[in-house]
């Protein structure tokens, strides 16, 4: 299973990619596999903002749903409607064609208090 | 948890395994829509040895088996199966379950995670039929499923045994891949295709897997999991075991009136469900099919999710998916009586939305 050194991750198993203080939110390659088939996924509305650890939008697989929350605090200023189409992106291209939302964090020290891969690998293995 | 003969298999495969019923078992390989597809369109295999089987033997088997079975075990005969179930005193289900006719002696196909909860329950009843005995052969055996439009093509390369002239529901006891084996016309998927029951020690498990595979390879055959296995089930309406069944559940309440043979002779159950038939039942397990095929992907029902009317709750899913074959939700679950007639509308609240369903007969495919 793959997980980029270059993102920070949840125990949640979400990832982040930090763009200054922007940060694109997707689930983890764990998290698609867990899920299986993915068949849409209801976003949070742009615009709305969340503090962290919030529900912000469902993931619906076929076997199972799921809650996407909010792992910084923010504004939700984007959110990938290709995968509206094609929802399969997010299990097999979870890090890139299956980002979801990007927020514009409020806080952005919270980041500080993330997963590294590593740190994250090991919360997988313990799962 | 517990391993079937199939285990390594299936981590080679790179399946992700979950607990099923004590057992770890594949839930999917590639993904359930693929192998539901699969199934559907050509062929599929799936490793099913966690289904538990109980052999009934001795003088008085068939007695004893129609005491315990809510089915006439007197329509059976030697390579005739037949769907069937058991219940308390209470007419509460125990399980559903297939009852083979093995010439000498029965088979009671039963459900993983029953098989504890029946075994004790069978040898208690046995306990007072002398010359009965009871076996409980789980462990040793093992079940392979081969399902769908292809199988027949794909098995018939590996047996001698004429398999078109199997009916469903029939079986023929005779070589495959080289193994002793029961080739049972049964599923779980209402596919054509074949339940393949052998004992687990006789060999190599993997080489019949594999021989399987090697031989389907025209077809495109692959495996499929539990996942699939579900799918697939639920667009025909069948039945699971605590999903759909429960000891709080009667036969008549889950559309299992079928086989409740009320005028075969006494069974266990027998008066508590002839007094619930002469009084009514309140609830119906009922099929739901979502109205507007385009909101399908945002309201999946699951289980537990409650059943809506003028407002109310009326009743509560039991299984839900999105259907791979109509890309449509479809669902089963009891319902008031009052609401139960085909084509009534009526709706499921999915995380407090109320989404229309149209009651709806199962299957929901036609096959």
Redesign the interface.
Known sequence: MNFPDDLKYTKEHEWLRIENDVAVVGITDYAQ??L??I??I?FPEKGSSYSQNDSMG?I?A????ADLYAPVSGEVIEVNDELADT?ESV?QDPYEKGWMVKIKMSNPSEVDALLDSAAYKEHVAEA | MEKTPFYDVHTALGAKIVDFGGYAMPVQYTGIIDEHNRVRNRVGMFDVSHMGEVEVSGERAKEFVQYITLNDVNKLYEGRAQYSAMTYDDGGLIDDLLVYHLGDKYMLVINAANRDKDVSWIEKQAASFDSVSVNDKSDSIALIAVQGPKSGDVLQRLTDVDLSGIKFYHFESGKLAGIDMIISRTGYTGEYGFELYYHATQADNASVWNAIQEAGKPEDIGPAGLGARDTLRLEMGLLLYGNDMNEQISPLEAGLGWITKFDKGDFIGKDALLALKEKGIQRKITGLKIVDAKLSRRAIPRKGYPIMANGKQIGEVTSGTLSPTLQACIAMGYIDRDFAEEGREVAISVRGNNVAYVVTKPPFIRR
Request: hydrophobic share 25%; glycine share 6%.
């Open positions: 596999s867990e299986g088939d068949v849409f209801e469902t619906e076929v076997k199972t749903v929802p299990n």
